[in-house]
């Protein structure tokens, strides 16, 4: 059977939230999902497999990085990103604008694209439009993002009217490459990302811009940068209703437990966030009472589990105290373990998301899940 090249279908609502699927040609993604960040061709302490058992359906990669290093041309000539890493399942890459602006040295932002010195040769490059939407159709994507310009929400109104603006007109050559790029176009998706800051007229102008140009899925952008949780969700009371009620929703960079459960509950689909990796690698764990620091002395010669309503390979194998030995020593096996239990953890509250949304029961889980959350702290 010919799997699609994009569909998305709402399968469930509750409130503003809902649940259903997007099939592609490698795979279906079951929403609400978390995607686990591969930022260089891999999740950082975890093989492939263990990141599948994990439910994750579709992880993200990065164009900056992988651009830079080993080199979009060069994972083309290898058979691609999904033959290198050796993820069969779909990936999402992004177009590379953040990076840009917070990791590299002497950037020059013009029409034509943001030029700037590498953060690891000092070689330069120019990312544009067209160039991002090249890079990631060497890369093997299956989700595309177009090219954006992203500012900080304390620039001033007239830096973000004008960096909104200048991104939809990005937006606009990002389809047009996409469209131009021949076979791995009919395989591949593209999605918009909406800008604005926390301004709900500019919000209101990039979507109508957007969906004017016509995109697969659209892209929440230039959230979660600073601004904190309570300004991130009075945003999010109107940015996703903007957006077409029967595209996928996806909000950029989101981010804590209790994030994604307040995102999902105003209506969007999908999230990428380096903390479950990066938190596992410092010795942090997420745990249905709250983040953990299994450095801390009480867990010495505690042989419990991290989280006893956990069903991952982690908890049900080794206690509190080996982790806590392992992390205290430096062990490789202790960021590899701590991290696989995290994305464990994300996939599993997105699956009770989606369990909670189909049974009509968002709000009543997400209360007792904050509740809950709000427990160790240690």
Known sequence: MTRPRFDFAIH??????RTGAIAMRRGTIRTPAF?????????KAMKPADVAASGADIILGNTYHLMLRPGAERVARLG?????MGWDRPILTDSGGYQVMSLADLTKRSEEGVSFKSHLDGSRHLLSP???IEVQRLLGSDIVMAFDELVPTTSTPEVQAAAMERSMRW???SRAAFDAGGTHAEGAALFGIQQGALDEGLRRS?????MDIGFDGYAIGGLAVGEGQAAMFACLDFAPGQLPVDRPRYLMGVGKPTDIVGAVERGVDMFDCVLPTRSGRTGQAFTRNGPLNIRNARHAE???PLDPACACPICATWSRAYLHHLVRAGEILGAMLMTEHNIWFYEALMADLRA???RGGLTTFADRFRTEYEGEKA
């Open 12 to 17: 469930h609502t509750d409130g503003r939230a």
């Open 35 to 43: 995607m686990p960040v591969g930022t260089a061709a891999t999740v």
């Open 80 to 84: 691609g990103l999904h033959a290198l």
């Open 130 to 132: 067209e160039r991002s």
């Open 171 to 173: 937006a606009v050559r």
């Open 206 to 210: 990039s979507a109508d811009a957007l």
């Open 302 to 304: 505690d042989t419990g």
């Open 356 to 358: 909670a949304i189909e």
